[in-house]
């Protein structure tokens, strides 16, 4: 009697942990599945963001690209300035109409003063843009001329 309750016991205990260690591994892998699930999901979402980043970026460049542009054909075409208007104006103007007109010089400056800002602010971005694409195949030229030279001296 003792020895078949001994057996018993061991063998209770002997599933027992077997159970416990398949419990155990199937939580394991429950976890991590789910982690992976939820790694993959934020994965999906911070692709989706950056992408979206790029492609506003993008516009913005587009943009410049184009504001240069335009001002470089009204300047070929036309030698005018910015938004048309004539580098060299007329400076007679009748003094009776100078009250009337002074607040249409000053929003025609303003409009102008705006314009070329924007034009400078295009400008520097595309420059950006070139010395950025030129800083990049500068730095894997040297990049890849130190790898030859630390191969090379590897060997000697």
């Known amino acids: 009697m003792r020895i078949q309750h001994a057996y018993r016991n061991y063998n209770r205990k002997k599933m027992m942990r077997a159970a416990a260690r398949i419990q155990?591994?199937?939580?394991?892998?429950?976890i991590r599945r789910n982690?992976?699930?939820m790694r993959r999901q934020a994965i999906k979402i911070q692709a989706a963001y950056r992408g979206h980043q790029v492609r506003r970026q993008y516009r913005k460049v587009l943009w410049s690209v184009g504001v240069v542009e335009k001002a470089i054909l009204r300047w070929r075409k036309k030698r005018k300035g910015l938004r048309g208007i004539a580098t060299g104006m007329p400076v007679a103007m009748a003094t009776d109409a100078?009250?009337?007109?002074?607040?249409?010089e000053?929003?025609?400056q303003v409009g102008r003063q705006q314009a070329e800002d924007r034009f400078n602010r295009s400008v520097v971005r595309v420059q950006a843009l070139f010395r950025s694409h030129?800083?990049?195949?500068?730095?894997?030229?040297?990049k890849v001329a130190h790898e030859?030279?630390?191969?090379?001296?590897?060997?000697?």
């Open 148 to 156: 030859e030279a630390k191969v090379e001296f590897g060997r000697k």
């Open 134 to 142: 030129r800083a990049q195949q500068e730095y894997r030229r040297m």
């Open 35 to 37: 982690f992976m699930n």
């Open 106 to 108: 000053d929003y025609y």
């Open 24 to 30: 155990s591994h199937f939580r394991t892998w429950q």
């Open 98 to 104: 100078e009250a009337a007109s002074t607040a249409e």
